[in-house]
Structure formats: C-alpha cells, structure tokens
C-alpha cells in the first residue's frame, strides 16, 4: 500500500526553525520525484518545494527561497523539509506528494495527510 | 508567471444535478493539466490528469475536458460525496508548477 505520512509539525515563534519529514512506503521512493505543497488556513494550494529522484535538482518557491532546503535520504525512504527563519506567513498544513511518472514532473498522485506548522510572533 | 484561475469561487448545486467547473490558463498549458478533489479535513486527490485521463479510481461521472488555455471538469451527476474543493494544476511549464484557487461545489 503506497502511502507517506509526515511529521514533525509544531507550534513555534518567528524566527525559529523547525524540520519536517515525510516517510514513505510501498513504493520504489527511489524512482520519484518528490514536492512539498502547503496550504494556510482557509487558503488553496501552494507549492513550496520539489526534488528530483536522485536530489540533484531542486527546485523552491520564491516565498521560501534562502529560508527551506528540501532533502531526502533513499536508503531510508524520506523526504525533510528544513525551514529556517519561520515567519507568520508560513503557517499552513504542509503535505508532501509524489509525482506520478517515474524520474520526472508533473501531477501528483499520492499524498500525505500533512502537518501542520504554526508560527506566532 | 503562469496564472490559473478557476471559477466560479463557489458553486451550489443540487444532488443529482450538473457540475461544469472552468480553469482557465494565462498562457497555454497544452494538456499538461490535472484536477484535484480535496475534502475538509483531507489531503487533495488526483481525479484528472493531462487534461481528460480519469485517475485510478476516479468515478465515471467526472470528465475533464480543454487544451491550450481552457479547461472544464464536469461531475455529470452529483453525488453526496462530490461536495468539496476542486482545483486545477498546470505543469507544462515544468518546473514551475501552478494551482488554481479552487472552486467549491456546495449543496444547494
């Protein structure tokens, strides 16, 4: 059963950092392309960052850039966001998703239930 | 920037009734389009992608149809479970992806 399920959410100031991570199973996490989509409360979707298979190409977000650093460890089937310097506009429900077609782009077929991450001030 | 606009922001419908949802694109998408169904509470779905294939799993009753700049999803008869947010993604533009801002479909 092809499933990813985060972790790491919480409630934390401005300024502070926080890591999230997404485990997968029941597929071969190797061969996909993986993203970070979140969403703020009442809001719609937004992408925040994606990686290749093999991580060499990353993509972020102007909203995130120089703040979050995508990374993920095949040998252990996960996925991390690292987010620096949180700010209030960061607070959302963050889910990672895998892009359906292996070793590319495009739509996204599976996803987390996410995690939620709030930052006050 | 690739702008998706969705519309009507809500939509109220009778079960039983009609659905058309529009997504329409600033520049052309080609087929490069997919549409998801996300319920409160819930993580989106993938019904649709490049522009008209039902997902595994996708009931009949939802077809997506367009290229280039227009793009429709239609539900053909709603059922209870259909009320929710839908929205549109484009990713010909890869890598810059693109959501809509959702269209909810309500009970009327």
């Known amino acids: 059963q092809v499933q990813l399920v985060e972790s790491g959410g919480a409630l934390v100031k401005t300024g502070e950092s926080l890591r999230l991570s997404c485990a997968v199973s029941?597929?071969?996490?190797?061969?996909?392309?993986m993203a970070w989509i979140r969403q703020a409360p009442g809001k719609g979707l937004e992408w925040v960052s994606y990686t290749s298979n093999s991580g060499s190409t990353i993509y972020y977000a102007d909203s995130v850039k120089g703040r979050f650093t995508i990374s993920r460890d095949n040998a252990r089937n996960s996925l991390f966001l690292h987010m620096n310097n949180l700010r209030a506009d960061d607070s959302a429900v963050y889910f990672c998703a895998r892009f359906a077609a292996p070793g590319t782009g495009g739509h996204l077929d599976v996803w987390g239930k996410g995690a939620t991450v709030s930052v006050f001030s | 920037e690739i702008v998706m606009t969705q519309s009507p922001a809500t939509l109220s419908v009778s079960p039983g009734d009609r659905a058309a949802l529009s997504c329409r694109a600033s520049?052309?998408?080609?087929?490069?389009l997919a549409w998801y169904q996300q319920k409160p509470g819930q993580a989106p779905r993938l019904l649709i992608y490049g522009a008209s294939t039902r997902a595994t799993g996708t009931p009949a009753r939802f077809s997506g149809s367009g290229s280039g700049t227009e793009f429709t999803l239609t539900i053909s008869s709603l059922q209870s479970e259909d009320f929710a947010v839908y929205y549109c993604?484009?990713?010909?533009?890869?890598?810059?992806?693109?959501f809509g801002g959702g269209t909810k479909v309500e009970i009327k």
């Open positions: 993604q484009q990713y010909h533009h890869w890598p810059l992806l693109t």
């Open positions: 520049q052309t998408v080609s087929s490069s």
């Open positions: 029941g597929f071969t996490f190797s061969d996909h392309y």
